[in-house]
């Protein structure tokens, strides 16, 4: 399958191209059987001969081509009609009725806020080009009308939000918010791309319904990815705030599978400047080595690095409800535990050349013991909350009584 895509140097052109190079890589087999032969990616830079020979041998278009911020109003309809019909008119010189892809707005609507929208007036005339073009040729036309966008590689300060406050705050510049209560729907750029390769599956998903002239018609003439998320700019920047205390807090922010605060968190990330994609921790340190917390969760504990010196035994102590894991990932250990209650002792020798989890139980009091003479012991520990000054539940007491 030969593949085109139009405006591929922009935000979506460049998310798409790469996981279709993925794709025909074999680096992403998860989408099913898919065989991608050639990528053409066309951008404003491109030759017309190049155009020439795309549409001529593409096996399905992606028109992400469009303008968005021109310099004069009519730029709109010249950069968004226009080359869609340059387009549409040479897949018809070549006799090609390949499936084609048109990537609109929701302000082609032309409702409420978008009622005097050049932009959106562009992208209404672009969409009736494509569905007259399905009329007179039979070719399948999927038209998208997208949301607001995000997701890394967008341009700040242009014509997103999210990755204006992302990189803004990112890099301890100031933002602006007329009115926090604000909500925008937005669509994830990865959750964008999975539609793209349904779409060149013919697994696309459609509208239930649209509003067409205060009509509502059947589904089917458009197409929609099927997550997005409805969010107030105020709640989109407190989010980005907690990202931004991370390193200093060491807490992350609850981030649930598919939920916006985890595609948020990803997006923030990109944004980083190089001298904060690094930071230092906190190494408690003395004559037996070292203890350094590495993130703690809100409700799911926190995970810490723990470095025993040679001959070294830490812990001696137990906790009511807490409870950890201890994982060695370098040197020889052996960890022992006994109810407080008894006198056995469960002894297991663990070390990095086999690494597995032991449990501290709750009611058993726990150390961990460096074996060797001359190695550290690394071991990391994770717990099932936060370590709490005001209440600390931990009481020493050896493993053995002599």
């Given at each position: ?203 696309e998903h459609h509208c239930e319904f649209e509003e067409v002239e ?33 390193p200093s807090t060491l807490l992350i922010p609850e981030i649930p ?24 921790l906190k190494m408690n340190v003395d004559n037996r080595g070292s ?112």
């Open positions: 399958m030969n593949i085109l895509v139009t405006g591929a140097k922009g935000f979506v052109g460049k998310n798409l191209c790469a996981q279709l190079r993925n794709i025909s890589e074999g680096k992403a087999r998860f989408y099913g059987n898919i065989v991608i032969n050639q990528i053409y990616e066309y951008d404003i830079d491109s030759t017309e001969e190049e155009l020439e020979q795309y549409c001529k041998d593409a096996d399905f278009v992606f028109n992400l081509a469009g303008v968005n911020r021109p310099q004069n109003q009519e730029e709109f309809m010249q950069g968004n009609f226009g080359f869609a019909s340059k387009l549409l008119d040479t897949l018809k010189k070549y006799g090609n009725r390949c499936p084609v892809m048109l990537s609109s707005s929701i302000q082609a609507t032309l409702k409420g806020r978008f009622g005097d929208s050049e932009y959106g007036r562009s992208k209404r005339a672009g969409e009736e080009l494509f569905f007259n073009y399905s009329k007179d040729t039979g070719a399948k036309v999927l038209v998208y009308r997208f949301p607001n966008l995000f997701g890394k590689w967008c341009r700040p300060n242009y014509n997103s939000a999210v990755a204006t406050f992302c990189n803004n705050i990112a890099n301890d510049l100031p933002i602006q918010i007329n009115d926090r209560s604000t909500e925008l729907e937005l669509l994830y750029i990865d959750d964008l791309v999975d539609e793209m390769i349904a779409a060149l599956k013919g697994e205060t009509v509502l018609v059947e589904s089917g003439r458009y197409c929609a990815a099927p997550i997005t998320h409805k969010i107030t700019l105020g709640e989109i920047v407190n989010l980005l705030y907690s990202f931004k205390e991370q599978h598919n939920s916006f605060a985890k595609k948020l968190y990803s997006t923030y990330l990109s944004y980083l400047p190089k001298e904060k994609v690094s930071f230092a203890f350094t917390e590495l993130f703690k969760s809100a409700n799911c504990g926190q995970v810490s690095i723990n470095i025993s010196k040679p001959g070294i035994t830490k812990g001696e102590h137990w906790h009511n409800t807490k409870w950890e894991f201890f994982v060695v990932v370098a040197g020889k250990g052996l960890i022992q535990q006994r109810r407080i209650d008894g006198d056995e002792v469960l002894n297991f020798e663990v070390s990095g050349e086999k690494i597995e989890a032991v449990h501290m139980l709750p009611g058993y009091t726990h150390n961990i013991i460096n074996l060797s003479e001359t190695e550290d012991l690394v071991t990391v520990m994770w717990a099932n909350e936060q370590f709490d000054p005001e209440r600390p539940d931990t009481f020493f007491e050896k493993v053995e009584n002599k």
